[in-house]
């Protein structure tokens, strides 16, 4: 097994909460950025196209 020292533990450890950081961050960032962006991209195209993304804002549908 290999011995590891104190300041070796204290270094991992620390690694270890900077790469936790950068995750929490990435997770944050695609929650508050990335999706509500590409809602609004489909939504946007929806329009542009001229049909919705949501059924129900169509209308009724004949079956």
């Known amino acids: ?3 590891l ?3 070796n533990l204290e270094g991992i450890l620390g690694l270890l909460v900077i790469v936790a950081g950068f995750a929490i961050c990435a997770a944050l960032w695609y929650l508050m950025v990335w ?3 590409r809602a609004e991209r489909r939504e946007r195209l929806a ?3 001229g049909r919705s993304q949501d059924p129900r804002a169509d209308g009724p ?3």
């Open 1 to 3: 097994m290999l011995a």
């Open 61 to 63: 549908t004949r079956g």
């Open 47 to 49: 329009r542009e196209s």
């Open 5 to 7: 020292s104190k300041a």
């Open 35 to 37: 999706r509500p962006s």
